[in-house]
């Protein structure tokens, strides 16, 4: 996947669900609404870091009128089911002060997480990123989420807290298959270590 509008592909997730990932483009809005209502208020709080009960008009247009380099999006949409909802989504914006750093966050809807998706997803995000001369991917995640931060030391993320928040820094794999970040993830969304997609 290249990061245009028109190309897509279609994964596999640990369950079975086949799911088509392509890059967001600016039709979805409608789509990224439905997903909002099917996040629990929880997991809109581990996306946002705040409660988050609809996107505005103007918000609606930042996240899905991008230009595929500063700011890139991915989505995965239920490939066999029917107007094909969409199942989650991955996004980096490129820090303007330093351009090899980008925020990223991930968001899955409650009743596709566990089965792989967020790691699919970010997968497909690292490799957009290393295209376009990302090399760090930076997050924000509650300071009281202790198995956050210790899943991510393991990775050998850098951490910084400010704020009741951690600032967390993470070099990217120059290969995101088989790399240690891509096990850590498998884990994660398996159970076998409780880290969880954040902001």
Known sequence: MTGTPEEESVDTLRDGTRVLVRVVRPDDKDKLVDGLERLSPESRYRRFLRPVKSLSERELRYLTEIDYTDHYA?????????????????RYVRDPIDP?????????????QGKGLGT??????????RRNGIHTFRAWAAAENRSVIEGLKALGAKLAFREGLIRIDLALPDRFEGSPMQQALRAAASGEMPVEPQR
């Open 74 to 90: 991915i989505g995965a949409l239920a490939r066999d089911e029917p107007g094909r909802p969409g199942l989650g989504i991955a």
């Open 100 to 112: 090899e750093v980008a925020e990223a966050a991930v968001a899955v809807v409650d009743d596709s």
């Open 120 to 129: 699919v997803l970010l997968g497909h995000l690292i490799e957009a990123a």
